[in-house]
C-alpha cells in the first residue's frame, strides 16, 4: 500500500467510511488508501453535493395534477430549504448514481493505476 504523501493529514479511516457510506463496509475495507483514492473520492463526493444540490431545486412530486396552492407551498419548501441550508447530506440518488460511476476508478486507484 502506497503511504499518503500529499495528504498524509487525512486519516484513512475517514476515506474508509465515505467509502462505506457510499458503497458498503466490504467494499471499503478491499480499498487500499493512496494519493489518488483520496483525489477520486474527493471528487465523488463533490459531483455528488452538486447533484443533491440540483435536486433539491426540484418540487416534489404531487402525485396529482398539482393545483395553485400546491405550486406555492412547494415553492415555499423550497426557499425555507434554500434559506436554511437544509437537506446538506448527499441525496440516495445521487450516491447510486456516483457509486455507479466511481467504482472502478476507486478500485483502480486503489492499485496505483
Not at 23 to 52: G, H, L, Q
Not at 72 to 80: H, S
Request: with cysteine.
Amino acid at each position: 500500500m502506497a503511504p499518503l504523501i500529499k495528504y498524509k493529514e487525512v486519516s484513512p479511516q475517514y476515506i474508509k467510511s465515505i467509502l462505506a457510506s457510499f458503497f458498503n463496509p466490504a467494499y471499503a475495507a478491499s480499498i487500499r488508501i493512496n494519493d489518488n483514492v483520496v483525489e477520486v473520492v474527493w471528487e465523488m463526493v463533490s459531483k455528488s453535493k452538486e447533484c443533491t444540490k440540483a435536486l433539491n431545486l426540484v418540487p416534489r412530486p404531487a402525485g396529482f395534477i398539482p393545483g395553485a396552492s400546491f405550486v406555492a407551498m412547494q415553492l415555499a419548501k423550497l426557499g425555507q430549504r434554500l434559506l436554511a441550508h437544509q437537506d446538506e447530506d448527499i441525496a440516495n440518488t445521487c450516491k447510486s448514481a456516483a457509486s455507479s460511476a466511481y467504482s472502478t476508478r476507486i478500485r483502480m486507484a486503489s492499485h496505483g493505476l
